[in-house]
């Protein structure tokens, strides 16, 4: 996306110093409807100020200031005269670049504090009262720098905030952005609204507007493709695509077999007979099945279907002809993922092999026009779309779908128990009002064992199903969900009766970690 797309809003940069929140600081401003990009905090100045920023948050960051090759505060920074709130870490650049001292805390902060506001009247915590906030810090700052004075402070932290009014430059000793500090957000809205003075119009319908436009100025009469899968982040993408150029526009799905009850005809009536897009839907649910026959291990079952997309995939565009584009639903958080080595996570549990991504040797243009939404900005946009509710909050499926459900060897019958099976779990959570963010992600997994049952005065000998339904917030740790117990019995007994070769149903109760959501 160009750079004119962003500059329409006025915006804040957030420099990355390497906390680990430094997203939620992000979406908290998002929340305000003000535009903001995170960058890490060496990136090249001119690529930070293309973003004509009215303001400059600094993150927290692991480093002490006075260390040996930590971080520093850019130059560029000040000299643009904006506001600046620095986070911990980001305060105490400040603080010691502008004159001020930090030292080692004797008392380090951890977890919960209380602070109150003192000092002159001041944009940030006018009319708030003490606040419950979250500190996580060891250093501290121990004499203001020249023209600063004290905002706030805790039973720990003398300074538990600081601010140079006239400059308009702010530091907060403890972490607004996290859900644990009461009126955190307001103080992030305070700094970026009424501070920095960006006006909240970052809304779906603004973001619609400006995408639309932008994807028609660079495809021109250029014809585009896009893969559909069925979830939100690309049935957003595509129906963008749609509204800025029609029917240049091919969307291919491909069924591979390994999807949820339903899914495929929704696909098709939702893009091709509701929205009226072009829609080429291809069913290799044979070939998909024949590549995984006698397969069990779960990353090979994962490469498998990763690189049979690709090769679908590339037929099924190569008969379109040439389109010039092809359309991706590529999120922020991946952005910022692949960015810097030190947000890599070091140990791959499970090759995310991004099905419906870039097969890497066709020569597409990306067109990305969700590269700077968070997940729930997209669902908004999508609502805003028009798209029906079951797609806007569609649950996350994992690429390779039910195949790493259905544990063990992948075949066509038990495939099909698992879809009646989960179909009657997501329709009685769907019942029960659970499916909108109460339950991140719910499914069943089919497993490879046999229990005996007794059914009538038959003995039976069948399959074991899983349930699984978790409360998350990032994916990256889970708890299981505290279903109600009458609503497992409800779904126990439906499922034992109504589907076909599986007599015993068992809730998993673990969490991640130990656990992964997944069960392959
Ligand atoms: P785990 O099982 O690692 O899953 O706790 C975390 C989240 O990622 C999803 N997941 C996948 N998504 N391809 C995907 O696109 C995969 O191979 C894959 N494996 C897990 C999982 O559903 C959960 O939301």
Redesign the pocket.
């Known amino acids: 996306m160009s750079v004119e797309h962003r500059r329409q809003h006025e915006a804040i940069a957030i420099l990355d110093f390497g906390s680990q929140y430094t997203q939620l600081i992000a979406r908290r401003i998002r929340e305000a409807h003000v535009y903001c990009e995170m960058f890490p905090w060496n990136t090249p100045p001119e690529q930070v100020l293309a973003l004509s920023p009215r303001g400059f948050v600094l993150s927290g960051g692991p480093a002490s200031v006075y260390a040996p090759g930590a971080p520093f505060l850019p130059e560029y920074v000040l000299a643009q005269e904006v506001p600046v709130l620095g986070i911990c870490y980001g305060m105490h650049l400040l603080a010691a670049h502008l004159g001020g001292r930090v030292v080692r805390a004797t008392d380090r902060e951890y977890g919960a504090a209380e602070v109150r506001s003192v000092g002159p009247p001041n944009p940030l915590f006018d009319g708030l009262p003490a606040l419950r906030v979250w500190m996580s810090h060891g250093d501290r700052v121990e004499a203001l720098p020249p023209g600063f004075e004290v905002l706030a402070c805790s039973a720990n932290s003398p300074v538990a905030a600081m601010g140079h009014l006239a400059r308009r430059l702010y530091g907060l000793q403890f972490h607004p952005e996290v859900v644990h500090t009461e009126r955190g957000a307001e103080l992030l809205r305070r700094f970026a609204v009424e501070i920095c003075g960006c006006a909240p119009d970052w809304t779906p319908a603004a973001f619609i507007e400006q995408a639309v436009s932008t994807i028609r100025e660079r495809v021109g009469d250029d014809d585009v493709v896009c893969g559909l899968s069925g979830g939100v982040d690309s049935a957003v993408t595509a129906t963008l695509v749609h509204r800025a150029i029609g029917d240049r526009l091919t969307s291919i799905f491909v069924n591979t077999g390994l999807l949820r009850k339903g899914e495929p005809e929704q696909v098709v009536r939702t893009f091709r007979e509701h929205l009226g897009m072009r829609l080429v839907a291809v069913d290799a649910s044979e070939e998909f099945l024949e590549a995984l026959s006698g397969v069990s291990d779960p990353e090979q079952k994962?490469r498998i279907i990763g690189e049979r997309f690709i090769r679908v995939f590339e037929r099924e565009a190569r008969r379109l002809g040439h389109a010039r584009f092809l359309a991706q639903g590529t999120l922020y958080p991946d952005v910022i993922e692949s960015r810097g080595p030190e947000r890599q996570s070091a140990a791959r549990?499970?090759?995310?092999?991004?099905?419906g991504g870039l097969p890497e040797d066709m020569h597409f243009e990306l067109l990305e026009p969700l590269r700077y939404l968070f997940k729930d900005e997209v669902r908004a946009v999508g609502e805003a779309l028009g798209l029906p509710e079951e797609i806007v909050w569609r649950q996350?499926?994992?690429?390779?779908g039910l195949a790493?459900r259905v544990l063990g060897e992948v075949t066509w019958e038990r495939l099909e128990i698992l879809r009646a099976a989960d179909s009657i779990l997501l329709e009685e959570l769907g019942a029960a009002g659970l499916l909108r963010g109460e339950t991140q992600?719910a499914f069943a997994v089919l497993l490879p064992v046999r229990s005996v049952g007794v059914m009538g005065d038959e003995r039976t000998y069948q399959y074991v199903l899983a349930i699984r339904a978790v409360t998350t917030e990032d994916?990256m740790t889970?708890d299981w969900a505290r279903l109600d117990h009458a609503l497992l019995a409800r779904i126990s007994n439906r499922i034992v009766n109504e589907v076909a070769g599986v007599n015993r149903v068992v809730y998993d109760i673990t969490s991640?970690p130990p656990a992964?959501?997944?069960w392959e």
């Open positions: 994962r549990i499970k090759t995310h092999h991004n099905v996350p499926f994992p690429g390779p790493v992600q994916f889970a991640k992964t959501i997944e």
